[in-house]
T-cell receptor, first 113, second 115 residues
Framework: EAAVTQSPRSKVAVTGGKVTLSCHQTNNHDYMYWYRQDTGHGLRLIHYSYVADSTEKGDIPDGYKASRPSQENFSLILELASLSQTAVYFC????????????FGAGTRLSVL | GDSVTQKEGLVTLTEGLPVMLNCTYQTIYSNAFLFWYVHYLNESPRLLLKSSTDNKRTEHQGFHATLHKSSSSFHLQKSSAQLSDSALYYCALRGASSSFSKLVFGQGTSLSVVP
């Protein structure tokens, strides 16, 4: 069974602080993604990566950076957290073919105060 | 660009009644793939089912959907709702024919099944 592990599962951050969300996959997948979930907006793509040491912008990248140091690991970085970044964040991985299923982690609930 | 519309944000049903969650999409690509993902509370979102060829029904875990390219639709149906079906359902589209194309999600429909 595919496995995507996110840490932490929840976090409270202060406005202006730095936040790092981590994701680890054991699926041997090339593609990894960070999504943000908000009521009424569904899942929106922040950043993705198809190879180590390279990341691409998704649909809502402003205010976020990403890092892919290895095939297994993909981090999402909020350099200056803001109230509007309070949300649930999901990491996912997939193979490269467009029929491939996305395998999601359990999510990180981030509250910025 | 590609887009997916799920017009119902919340659907509340009595157990035993049929389920139909609407999904329509827009893409310029003729060979699009459509997916339904389900997100149960305190679990990870996971694939429920994915489209096959035009007008062919796909089924999984009692749910079924048929891709209709003529109406750009991929509605999710089930003959009889169960309490355990309560969850958030996402319709998603992968349209482009390039080697990588991102998955575009709809806004999600929250299904609540009550006794």
């Amino acid at each position: 069974e595919a496995a995507v592990t996110q840490s932490p599962r929840s976090k409270v951050a202060v406005t202006g602080g730095k936040v790092t969300l981590s994701c680890h996959q054991t699926n041997n997948h090339d593609y990894m993604y960070w999504y943000r979930q908000d009521t009424g907006h569904g899942l929106r793509l922040i950043h993705y990566s198809y190879v180590a040491d390279s990341t691409e912008k998704g649909d809502i990248p402003d205010g976020y950076k990403a890092s892919r140091p290895s095939q297994e690991n993909f981090s999402l970085i909020l350099e200056l957290a803001s109230l509007s970044q309070t949300a649930v964040y999901f990491c996912a991985s997939s193979g490269g073919h467009r029929e491939n299923t996305l395998y999601f982690g359990a999510g990180t609930r981030l509250s910025v105060l | 660009g590609d887009s997916v519309t799920q017009k119902e944000g919340l659907v509340t049903l009595t157990e035993g009644l049929p389920v139909m969650l609407n999904c329509t999409y827009q893409t310029i690509y003729s060979n699009a793939f459509l997916f339904w993902y389900v997100h149960y509370l305190n679990e990870s979102p996971r694939l429920l089912l994915k489209s096959s060829t035009d007008n062919k029904r796909t089924e999984h875990q009692g749910f079924h959907a048929t891709l209709h390219k003529s109406s750009s639709s991929f509605h999710l149906q089930k003959s009889s709702a169960q309490l355990s079906d309560s969850a958030l359902y996402y319709c998603a589209l992968r349209g482009a024919s390039s080697s990588f194309s991102k998955l575009v999600f709809g806004q999600g429909t929250s299904l609540s099944v009550v006794p």
